[in-house]
């Protein structure tokens, strides 16, 4: 996989070409992802099972439901206050692909200035917030309530930064949290909202960006796995203690398998030929 740096270097000698080729290998990708399961071992049986590698995978649906069961294991159910921050980027000061490229490391160093302006603010004895992140895709055309909204023409109005990330931040168990001037000053790349909740779904505001990966287009999709990027974020203060505890498992993991050399094979414990039915 190269580098973020190496990939904006070929977008910009070659343009849209590398973002197309991109898009047709993450297109074969998920194919290969489609067409694959996880094979396993049960330590006391030697029977063999298998898991759909789209369970695990973010791109399908069936992956997104597992990844919002895992989050709602980790974090559980609560509802509590809430400060809601929205950063956008100019579509004039920064481009698409550089968007997506730093969007993480931006994120980063917006809580990093926050925390620096909240501690001159508080004072001796403040502590680092805590917060839950996740990213979305902005639609390419303007919408409300998940309808597209039309012009005199009965024409789709474009959305000036389609196409682009924009991060949604979740700061629980909080009434006020900064101004919007000093907001704006913070993060200089866009556009920046805030919304205060006395009573919000702090789990459930997050999971929700998971499921609507499923409306993004497909060259954010393609960016995100090409780059590595994460979903979503979240402080560790926030995790349940109990899912800190070691889980055993009387599961081993074989590898990898395409389904139909899966079904070739002969589920005979330790006969498996791994040299010709695992893929790479």
């Not at 509590?80 to 968007?99: F, Q, W």
């Not at 603010?121 to 895709?137: P, T, W």
């Not at 006395?198 to 609507?212: A, E, F, H, Q």
Request: hydrophobic share 30%; charged share 25%.
């Amino acid at each position: 996989m190269k580098t973020t740096v190496n990939l904006l270097q070929d977008i910009k000698q070659s343009g849209i070409v590398v973002v197309s080729d991109l898009i047709k290998d993450f297109e074969a990708y998920k194919n290969k992802i489609a067409d694959s399961v996880i094979l396993f071992q049960d330590y006391d049986t030697g029977k063999y099972k298998t898991i759909s590698r789209k369970n695990t995978s973010r791109y399908f649906p069936e992956g997104r439901t597992r990844i919002r069961k895992k989050i709602y294991s980790r974090l559980g159910h609560f509802q509590d206050s809430a400060v809601m921050i929205t950063l956008e980027y100019n579509p004039h000061k920064i481009g698409r692909i550089e968007a997506w490229s730093r969007f993480n490391t931006d994120t980063t160093l917006f809580i990093k200035s926050l925390n620096q302006y909240l501690r001159r603010k508080i004072g001796k004895g403040y502590k680092n917030i805590g917060y839950l992140r996740s990213v979305e895709q902005i639609p390419f055309y303007r919408e409300n309530k998940g309808k597209l909204i039309l012009d005199d023409d009965n024409m789709p109005i474009p959305n000036k930064s389609g196409g682009y990330p924009h991060i949604h931040l979740v700061f629980p168990n909080k009434r006020f949290l900064i101004s919007i001037v000093e907001l704006e000053r913070l993060w200089h790349y866009g556009m920046t909202q805030i919304k205060r909740y006395d009573n919000c779904n702090i789990v459930g505001y997050l999971v929700s960006y998971i499921s609507k990966m499923e409306n993004w287009g497909v060259e954010a999709q393609a960016l995100v796995w090409y780059m590595g990027k994460r979903l979503y974020s979240y402080s560790r203060r926030y995790t349940l203690p109990k899912y800190d505890i070691e889980k055993t498992t009387n599961n081993s993991y074989i590898g990898t398998l395409n389904k139909k050399k899966l079904n070739s094979c002969t589920y005979e414990p330790m006969k498996i030929d791994r040299r010709k039915i695992f893929i790479n």
